[in-house]
């Protein structure tokens, strides 16, 4: 019998063993082909998809390579079936090509005739394709190219890119590093994607996306597009970008609500491209004002459905999304992977954390028994209206007190969805509270004061869930959440995971009502951490020690 | 018996012969050709014109292989000869031809008469111009010497040569039209007339002419066949390690294993209906295709193969509809060890003559196959599959059928083996390999060991115990309530597990998951949260996560909560808000609740509609029995009883075959003894069927004539003497002496056939 680390199922999922000797050579060995599910603490779980498989050609693996990576490692026969399946998935990829051509432009190719006619018929694909050179080839219109290898994706006959991409407007950046240098997670996720071209790069939050995204500038040495969630995650780019490069102020501009300046480096915010006025959309003109040699897409999860169509228009470019969570709740991963391009470095959260970048964390959720007037309301309640009653409880107001008081002198922040909840809770604990209403200049201004430890509580709505640098954060309370969104939950834990300073451990709370559908949701959000190897601990509101 | 050669006087009859044999053989025949002996034969004659009925001929000639069937033609080409002469005209060695013979005799397709070796009667009618036969037409009466034959062969002009060839080539017959009979091959004006002239062709009458078999010999070189057939083709193979054989099979026996009992055990509570027709739906295949993971041609092998082996059969479901469903040998299956339930499966499989691969295709009408359907299956499957494996478990260990080329070459020697087999062989042989490579029979185109074991009749389990994946007794838990059986679990442990934890992916390992809902199933079977947290604990090597015993605990402690009565269908619970939540539950509207108490509800609503609607609306209610004990409650678990063929032991049918056999030829000696007891001198008077119609097969070869009593249309009878030409479809051609014609006789209306001494 073969003593390897991983079990091979009939289902197409991968088990690696982790406390096996050989455990960490077979996670190199299969991580170009396999994508990782789950995380948890004995044993992870990886999964072979027709996209993986196709990716792992791409990057010039081939079908016998996967196979005998399989058979070496696997601690039982694999099954026959999968092995010939791996085969011919693989055998998919390529058939088609999409190819510069020196007169027509660009044009599909293939070494396969019936597949080129198969394709040419399918309904997807109407529209993209101009006219018929010969047996083997069709001109493709050059706006199509994103849509059609999309299209082609979906049909299962992956076209293999080598149209390349616009070198852009040279621009020099580079990093400058003094006083930190790039980690080697960082660079690894920085050369991958450059060898690759274009794709994601999955970091934990606090794992230093940023200056990823800026190692991949270094290496464009272009102009460059960065479109990120809001302002004042524009400004912390900018903060950052001026910090680690050897760009200036003067190189960087703003493309928000408030400012529209275009420079060679520009940062727009994905609310000011989607604005939409009389049917149409008066900042796209931002996407060509310069010929971009990189565009980056930061919190890629995020990417609202306007900029995957504009997004399809841009696939002559480099581009290079960032995230720490590609979990999207309305299930397009595929759409990300297809436009942006496929993941190329993702690396798991608690390895990370072993190597001490990012701070551990201790996750606990309390839950809170209704009193029996408020189960009463719950019980009679509509069901649209269940949610908030359930999250809203005054018991939770005790609880978060009780924390609070708990760990005296560390930075915490409250989470919470309902701003009627968050008003209440923030006149009750006498601290500060960010809201969608609250001025970008106040957010600042609050932010700035916690950071410095002026002040050392805070409470805040979803506006805080991204991309907000709050490096002092140690304790968070989330009292509820937008129904059961397993990234929101990540990135709010995310907000505490920068490393502390005397490398003490971080305490995220979630506080649910028992029975009620606020603990179903809580469930559902904590899967996503627990699946990383986040386990939480449950305990019951009165065995908080006080 | 090569060095038995006939008797210079051999025998009167098959009948003499067969009385001359001792016991052994004797035995050794009816064994052989067990139609023979049902009913059970009055003595050797009838079981001598028993052997001869066409019916039985043909099953006796289906058993042999290529030289068998040449040997056989070749006799029938010759008619009365030697061994020796016999041994010289087929194509191959004479030991090889020798062994043949024996085997023929020993079959009485053969036997030895005064003048020679003798076919059977009816040998050559029942071999026709089938696989292995020569397409020879009989010798003449006094052929001319072999020499004298190649002087006329050598002395033909090359168009009459040609046209020679071309009638041995087919069937050795033709018709001529106008051509001339001359005496002088000069006079011939076409190549017929001089084959005509030079004897090489000779009239039959009716414009009929045949090329005798001694010309036809002399063109194929002396022999009846100018290819060699004494040795069958070999098979195609290529060298793979017998350990790596192993290995794979083992693993692929332990899936089939898991698989079959996976299905059953899902069908144990979720029958599938049966059709009308007694199948299995298409639907219900798909979704068997994708419980078990597989496609759905090996899902239809799953479930033809529990069937096979008395593990599936119909019974009534809870409404009463017929459905499949485990029977009761499942559970004593399921309680043996992995390898022995192998061995069950395939020795079923072995024995069954049902024909999985047919499965989904369209049946000459366009109908679809339905797994299960009791039309699925064919005569020859059981010998094919046997014989197809046989051949592969022959093949020295290290070597395997080769890839693409080993499955023809197999199907090539299987023709020579069974030459009267029909041509849809190919197919059962693709099957067969199909099949066992999915059973684990086979694997990378070899037999493992266990399998020859169990090919060679020996028990395989020991050995293939060692080979399957150790089963574990552990499992990992995981803090996202997840638990990983790292490899094939204890089947005990398992079906507790499934009922705690819901099964996500399996395989080698086996992944489950805890939710709320799996534990609460616990809990409806009736286990305790201390059961639960003892059975965690003592399951996993690593700590229980903490999670998860807050989980037990928490489904444990809503668990009961509510209490449901049975007499007045009342709900009532010590936790007033409880009931009130669900009184204003907006989904509860229909289930006609009222309060009549703080902590009583009523129902109109029927238990069985009541209970499964409570629980969706996520209470945990308990059903209460009169005496207001908690009733537990556990889908019950269905079994068929298991089909009458399922229960006799192999070992008893075998004993009892052997019994029957030697009973039967005690029958036979005392029927011979009574007919030696006989008074003799009385006219004999072959009037069973069977042997009036062997009379005139016999008087047909011999061409003979022989007087017959015949009933005519007015009922008038007469008696004929007549020279029998043949006798097909119950119709006798006979050219009758009286009115010197040719005349078809009914042979039911023939009420005695006398041979005729000249």
């Known amino acids: 019998m073969n003593d390897g680390p991983l079990i091979v199922q009939s289902d197409k999922t991968l088990l690696l063993e982790i406390d096996h000797e050989r455990a960490a050579d077979c996670r190199k060995a299969i991580a170009p082909f396999a994508e990782l599910e789950r995380s948890p603490e004995h044993i992870h779980t990886y999964r072979l998809t027709p996209l993986g498989l196709w990716n792992a050609r791409a990057a010039g693996h081939d079908a016998e390579q996967v196979v005998d990576t399989l058979l070496a490692y696997s601690r039982y026969a694999v099954p026959h079936a999968l092995l010939v399946d791996v085969a011919e998935t693989m055998a998919r990829y390529g058939r088609l090509r999409l190819e510069k051509h020196p007169t027509h432009g660009l044009v599909l190719s293939s070494t396969d005739r019936p597949v080129l006619e198969e394709v040419l018929r399918a309904k997807k694909v109407k529209g993209m394709l101009g006219e018929r050179l010969d047996d083997d080839s069709v001109v493709v219109h050059p706006s199509e190219r994103g849509n059609l290898k999309q299209a082609l994706l979906k049909l299962g006959w992956p076209a293999e890119d080598f149209a390349g991409y616009v070198d852009g407007e040279a621009h020099a950046i580079s990093l400058v590093e003094d006083g930190w240098s790039l980690r080697d997670y960082q660079r690894d996720a920085a050369e991958s994607f450059w060898h690759g071209g274009s794709g994601v790069v999955v970091l934990p939050c606090g794992a230093g996306k940023t200056i990823v995204g800026a190692a991949a500038m270094a290496h464009a040495q272009a102009t460059t597009l960065i479109l990120v969630t809001n302002t004042v995650s524009a400004r912390q780019w900018k903060d950052e970008l001026v910090k680690r490069t050897s760009l200036t102020e003067d190189e960087i501009g703003e493309y928000s609500g408030a400012v529209k300046e275009i420079r060679p480096v520009t940062i727009a915010t994905y609310q000011v491209l989607t604005l939409r006025r009389k049917g149409s959309y008066p900042h796209l003109d931002l996407l060509d004002a310069r010929d971009w040699g990189l565009i980056v897409y930061d919190e890629v999860h995020l990417l609202p459905a306007p900029i995957f169509r504009m997004t399809a228009d841009l696939q002559a470019r480099r581009r290079i999304g960032l995230t720490a969570t590609l979990v999207r709740e309305d299930g397009r991963e595929g759409d990300v992977f297809s436009l942006i391009g496929p993941k190329r470095y993702d690396a798991p959260w608690k390895d990370i954390e072993s190597q001490g970048w990012i701070a551990p964390a201790d996750c606990v959720e309390v839950r809170v028994t209704l009193p029996s007037s408020e189960r009463l309301v719950y019980a009679t309640a509509e069901p649209e209206e269940r949610y908030r009653l359930a999250s809203c409880t005054a018991e939770k107001t005790r609880v978060v007190r009780d924390i609070v008081a708990a760990h005296p002198d560390q930075p915490t922040l409250v989470i919470g969805q309902y701003i009627d909840q968050l008003d209440e809770l923030a006149a009750e604990l006498d601290a500060p509270v960010i809201k969608g209403e609250t001025t970008v200049k106040e957010r600042q201004r609050l932010f700035d004061a916690f950071r410095s430890g002026e002040i050392g509580l805070l409470v805040v709505s979803k506006v805080a869930n991204f991309s907000i640098d709050l490096p002092s954060a140690e304790v968070a309370i989330q009292v509820s959440g937008s129904f059961g969104s397993r990234q929101e939950e990540a990135q709010r834990l995310g907000r505490l995971l920068r490393p502390k300073s005397d490398g003490k451990s971080a305490h995220f709370y979630t506080i649910v009502s028992r029975d009620t559908v606020d603990a179903e949701f809580a469930q559902n959000r904590q899967r996503f951490l627990a699946e990383q190897g986040y386990a939480y601990r449950i305990l019951d509101a009165e065995d908080l020690p006080a | ?758």
């Open chain 2, 1 to 758: 018996m090569s060095g038995r050669s006939p008797l210079p006087s051999g025998f009167r009859s098959l009948a003499d012969q067969l009385r001359s044999w001792p016991d052994a053989r004797l035995s050794r025949l009816l064994a052989a050709r067990p139609d023979l002996a049902s009913p059970v034969p009055h003595d050797s004659s009838q079981l001598a014109s028993r052997a001869a009925v066409r019916s039985s001929l043909l099953r006796a000639l289906d058993q042999l292989d290529l030289l068998e069937l040449t040997v056989l033609d070749a006799l029938v080409v010759l008619g009365h000869t030697t061994p020796e002469r016999l041994a010289e005209v087929v194509n191959a060695d004479d030991v090889a031809v020798a062994a043949a013979l024996a085997r023929l005799g020993d079959l009485a397709l053969v036997w030895e008469s005064p003048a020679g070796l003798r076919p059977l009667t009816g040998v050559a009618d029942a071999l026709g111009s089938g696989p292995g036969t020569s397409g020879l037409q009989p010798c003449s009466a006094e052929p001319p010497s072999a020499a004298q034959v190649d002087k006329r062969l050598a002395e033909l002009s090359d168009p009459a040569r040609a046209l020679l060839e071309h009638v041995a080539e087919h069937g050795g017959e033709a018709t001529t039209g106008t051509s001339r009979h001359l005496v002088s091959p000069a006079d011939a004006r076409t190549p017929a007339e001089e084959l005509l002239a030079r004897r090489l062709l000779v009239p039959r009458g009716g414009g009929v002419v045949v090329l005798p078999g001694e010309v036809g010999l002399a063109l194929r070189g002396g022999h009846t066949t100018r290819e060699a057939v004494g040795t069958p083709p070999a098979l195609l193979t290529s060298e793979r390690a017998g350990e790596l054989v192993d290995r794979a099979a083992a693993g692929t026996a332990f899936e089939a294993v898991r698989r079959v009992e996976l299905l059953l055990d899902h069908w144990s509570t979720h029958p599938p209906t049966a059709l009308r027709t007694g199948g299995l739906g298409v639907r219900d295949l798909r979704a068997t295709a994708l419980l078990l993971h597989v496609d759905e041609p090996t899902a239809a092998l799953v479930v033809e193969v529990s069937y096979a082996a008395g593990l599936l059969a119909t019974a009534a479901d809870a409404d009463g509809n017929p459905a499949w469903v485990p029977t009761d040998a499942f559970d004593l299956w399921i309680a043996t060890s992995p390898a022995e339930r192998w061995a069950t499966l395939v020795r079923a499989w072995l024995g069954s003559s049902r024909l999985p691969g047919l499965v989904g295709r369209r049946d000459n009408a366009g109908k679809t196959w339905n797994a299960l359907a009791p039309e699925l299956s064919g005569t020859h499957v059981v010998e094919t599959r046997r014989a197809a494996l046989e051949e592969l478990a022959a093949l020295p260990r290290d070597r395997v059928l080769a890839t693409g080329t080993g499955a023809p070459s197999l199907v090539a020697r299987l023709a020579w083996l069974r030459p009267r087999r029909p041509r849809t062989r190919a197919d059962l042989v693709a099957w067969t390999l199909e099949e066992a490579a999915a059973l684990g029979v086979t694997a990378l185109g070899g037999v493992p060991g266990p399998a020859r074991l169990l090919l060679e009749g020996r028990d395989p389990a020991a050995t293939l115990t060692t080979l399957m994946p150790e089963p574990v007794d552990h499992v990992l838990l995981q803090a996202d309530l997840t638990a990983v059986a790292p490899g094939p679990l204890e089947s005990s442990l398992a079906r507790r597990l499934s009922l705690v934890a819901d099964v996500e992916s399996r395989g080698g390992a086996t992944t489950y998951r805890f939710t709320p809902g799996s534990v609460r199933r616990a809990l409806d079977t009736g286990w305790g949260a201390g059961e639960l947290h003892e059975f965690l604990a003592s399951v996993s090597r690593t700590p229980v996560p903490q999670p998860l015993t807050y989980l037990v605990d928490d489904t444990a402690r809503t668990f009961g909560t509510i209490r449901v009565g049975h007499a007045e269908a009342f709900l009532r619970a010590d936790d007033e808000t409880a009931l009130a939540e669900l009184l204003h539950h907006p989904r509860a509207a229909s289930l006609g609740l009222r309060r009549i108490a703080p902590t009583v509800l009523i129902s109109d609503t029927p238990i069985d509609v009541l209970l499964p609607r409570l629980r969706d609306l996520g209470a945990a209610p308990v059903v209460e029995a009169p005496d207001g004990t908690v009733r537990v409650s556990r889908p019950d678990l269905l079994r068929a009883r298991t089909p009458k063929e399922h229960r006799r032991s192999a070992g008893a049918s075998a004993a009892r075959a052997t019994a029957t056999v030697a009973a039967v030829v005690t029958a036979i000696r005392s029927g011979d003894r009574a007919a030696d007891a006989r008074p003799t001198g009385a006219a004999a008077a072959p009037l069973t069927p069977s042997g009036s119609l062997a009379a005139l097969r016999e008087a047909v070869e011999t061409r003979s004539s022989v007087l017959i009593g015949y009933v005519d249309n007015h009922g008038t009878s007469t008696e004929r003497v007549v020279d029998p030409i043949s006798v097909e479809g119950g119709q006798l051609t006979a050219h009758d002496h009286r009115s010197d014609d040719v005349r078809t006789f009914a042979v039911h209306r023939i009420s005695v056939v006398r041979p005729i001494e000249d």
